[in-house]
Nanobody, 121 residues
């Protein structure tokens, strides 16, 4: 199991930016695809962005053009740069290692505590 610690959330006005970080323990970080998920109030957890160990990325339609996922394998850290934030981006954000499953991705590890992002209008 990989231990995951998310940070960087906060309160921001609509149109603002935040950068989330995901620190992972364990040497397998560099060989795993990683993903950012979010869970808004009363909603199911959804996959927001994925980055493979080779650096290929994929995004949910709702965040394309606004969010950028990246990783630093030397630091065992993944990032999510969020620009042009909207109130509907308000959610707890979580990271996880993921594995390809058909046309989507499945999380592999126990969830961390997440980091709360609140966007005010």
């Amino acid at each position: 199991q990989v231990q995951l610690v998310e940070s960087g959330g906060g309160l921001v006005q609509a149109g603002g930016s935040l950068r989330l970080s995901c620190a992972a323990s364990g040497s397998i970080f560099s060989i795993r695809a990683m993903g950012w998920y979010r869970q808004g109030p009363g909603k199911q957890r959804e996959l927001v962005a994925v980055i493979t160990n080779g650096g290929s990325t994929d995004y949910a339609d709702s965040v394309k053009g606004r969010f950028t996922i990246s990783r630093d394998n030397a630091k065992n850290t993944m990032y999510l740069q969020m620009n042009s934030l909207k109130p509907e981006d308000t959610a707890a954000y979580y990271c996880n290692t993921v594995i390809a499953y058909g046309s989507t991705w499945r999380p592999l590890n126990i969830w961390g505590q997440g980091t709360q992002v609140t966007v005010s209008s």
